[in-house]
């Protein structure tokens, strides 16, 4: 235990949840959870859900997530959207 910090390198400190109406700041020592959206081997969108990974949250479309309110709100977010877009689909 020393009083002095080492120079960690942050490329950006600063990660705000991405949740409905939340938007808080991540500190270092909170344990929080990465979701992001792709195209998989079936083209149909897939929304993917892992534990917090600092090469993964540096990425672009990562949705950084506080937790599991959060995850669900982006959750019902995402099935809400593809509904919409299937329902675009199938009524022209
Ligand atoms: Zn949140």
């Not at 990425?59 to 299937?86: F, I, P, W």
Request: with cysteine; net charge positive; hydrophobic share 35%.
């Amino acid at each position: 235990m020393t009083a002095a910090s080492p120079k960690i390198p942050m490329p950006n400190p600063f990660y705000r949840c991405a949740g409905p109406n939340c938007g808080l700041l991540k500190r270092s020592t909170d344990r929080w959870w990465l979701m992001w959206t792709s195209f998989g081997e079936y083209n149909r969108p897939l929304l993917y859900l892992c534990p917090w990974d600092e090469e993964i949250a540096a990425r672009e479309g990562t949705l950084h997530v506080c937790g599991e309110l959060c995850a669900q709100k982006l959750q019902s977010q995402y099935m809400g959207n593809v509904r919409e877009n299937d329902l675009r689909r199938s009524t022209g």
